[in-house]
């Protein structure tokens, strides 16, 4: 079936720019999804991209996909606090049944 | 900003008894879903609903859970007969145009403990 990993860690420095990595399996997938889900809170979509882009940018948000290694990465320029949060990966064929990844993890030290 | 609001956002139960987890979806939204996450693992989908019916389910969505639209607001899951892997937070989702816009929205989730 359809699998999704991500790392499940990253620390980062405020100020810093962070890159949170994805990789999955589907070559299949129509649509690439980044969540956020800070503690107690539910999944708050950041962003996503179809399969037929390269690059989507939104503000701070830059999400990269290379289709051909079925890799998807988030980057979040001049990370701050209030990005500290676990952040998840997911695909989709449908935009329907979404596959999540294990979700990373982002701590921002000051 | 619209959102999608459920309701308990915990509740405990006792092995064996029903339950039922309830969620507004966006008002004008077409298509909606319930997800779960059992702590520490990958949110998973559970099932799909339109035009008042299932679409698509996954193989933990078996005949101890069912799905309704009661009426024009609400969308429920039920779990008939609870256990104690049932435990974890259902997410409900809506989207508008699935296959058109891709955007799937979440609520903030109802964490059910099964005692």
């Known amino acids: 079936g359809e699998d999704v990993e991500q790392s499940l860690f990253l620390s980062v420095r405020e100020g810093d720019s962070s890159v949170i990595n994805c990789t999955y399996t589907?070559?299949?997938?129509?649509?690439l999804y980044w969540y956020k889900q800070e503690p107690g809170a539910g999944l708050q979509l950041l962003t996503y991209?179809?399969?037929?882009?390269d690059m989507k940018q939104d503000q701070r948000l830059t999400v990269l996909l290379n289709k051909k290694d079925k890799h998807l990465s988030l980057r979040i320029a001049d990370t701050q606090t209030g990005d500290s949060a676990i952040y998840f990966c997911?695909?989709?064929?449908?935009?329907?049944?979404?596959?999540f990844g294990t979700g990373t993890r982002l701590q921002v030290t000051l | 900003e619209p959102e999608v609001t459920q309701t308990p956002s915990h509740q405990v139960t006792q092995m064996g008894q029903e339950v039922i987890l309830r969620c507004v979806p966006i008002?004008?939204?077409?298509?909606f879903y319930w997800y779960r996450q059992i702590l520490g693992q990958k949110v998973e989908f559970l099932v799909s609903?339109?035009?008042?019916?299932?679409?698509?389910k996954s193989e933990i969505f078996d005949d101890q859970f069912s799905v309704e639209r009661p009426d024009g607001s609400n969308f429920t899951l039920k779990i008939r007969s609870t256990k104690l892997e049932d435990s974890a937070m259902y997410f409900c989702?809506?989207?508008?145009?699935?296959?058109?816009?891709?955007?799937?929205?979440f609520g903030e989730g109802s964490r059910l403990t099964v005692l």
């Open positions: 989702a809506s989207s508008a145009w699935s296959e058109v816009t891709g955007e799937l929205f």
């Open positions: 991209i179809f399969s037929n882009m």
């Open positions: 997911a695909e989709s064929r449908t935009a329907s049944k979404l596959t």
């Open positions: 008002s004008n939204h077409l298509y």
């Open positions: 609903f339109y035009n008042n019916e299932i679409s698509e």
């Open positions: 589907d070559s299949s997938s129509t649509y």
